[in-house]
């Protein structure tokens, strides 16, 4: 178990400190949120590497694993292409002064890194566990799976669409999903996570499997999604009457 966690531990620590050497030479840390899925999508490769012969539902687990990966990257670098550092990281260069590029290696990069290790360590136990057969939890969790894919793709294709008019770039995008929830994407985010904690069930470290969904469901509505966007926006006249109608997270009909 050692050397295969060792393994997976090299493979995206050597990932990280690739991204972080491009991020220095590019002057802008925001390219680390575009590494995020594919950090996922490495795990998946270097399982490829060491198990050929997956079974169906692993080869389940690792195509939607690879898919929702490579989707997320693709989209926040075609949104994110041409633009200047997110100003999240313009606040951190400013804060930390001269001393920067170090402190963004550990506190942001090496933090990223431990993150897609920690979530991805159910993965990595799955496919490379004992091989089953497609079964009930691997239909249930994919269907639910492709929902919050759809989702969270919808709610992502609509808002920039939405974002691409300069009339809307300070207005609340309420059309499509966002009609429903606040954080369409985001409650995509998490419906898929937990539809991948089903496929990936069950097997010999089932028990562990539940770090990734609980995770990314913490994180988000707790520490890193919605409440870092609540702040943002709290002061912002346009979004009081959109918060007042609009779900926070579970889509349902917008109030009268």
């Not at 001269?98 to 550990?106: D, H, L, T």
Request: net charge positive.
């Amino acid at each position: 178990m050692g050397m295969l966690l060792g393994y997976y531990l090299t493979g995206i620590i050597s990932y990280i400190i690739g991204v972080y050497f491009i991020c220095l030479r590019f002057k802008n840390f925001s390219l680390i949120d575009i590494a995020w899925g594919l950090g996922f999508v490495l795990i998946v490769l270097l399982s490829l590497n060491l198990n050929p012969n997956m079974s169906a539902p692993q080869y389940l687990l690792g195509i939607c694993v690879f898919a929702w990966g490579v989707r997320l990257s693709a989209y926040l670098f075609m949104r994110n292409f041409g633009k200047e550092e997110d100003f999240r990281y313009k606040e951190m260069r400013e804060r930390w002064g001269s001393s920067a590029s170090f402190k963004a290696f550990y506190r942001v990069f090496l933090l990223q890194g431990s993150l897609i290790f920690i979530i991805g360590l159910p993965i990595i136990l799955a496919l490379n566990g004992e091989k089953s057969s497609l079964g009930f939890f691997q239909v249930i969790g994919f269907l639910i799976w492709a929902i919050g894919f759809v989702w969270e793709s919808w709610a992502d294709q609509v808002k920039s669409s939405f974002k691409s008019n300069p009339e809307n770039l300070n207005r609340p995008c309420n059309i499509g999903p966002w009609r429903y929830s606040q954080y369409a994407n985001y409650f995509g985010e998490v419906l898929l996570w937990w539809g991948l904690f089903l496929i990936s069930l069950p097997h010999e470290y089932f028990y562990l499997s539940i770090i990734s969904p609980a995770l990314i469901t913490f994180l988000i509505i707790k520490v890193s999604g919605i409440p870092y966007l609540e702040e943002k926006n709290k002061d912002r006249e346009s979004y009081q009457e959109y918060r007042r109608v609009t779900s926070k997270f579970i889509p349902r009909a917008p109030k009268p």
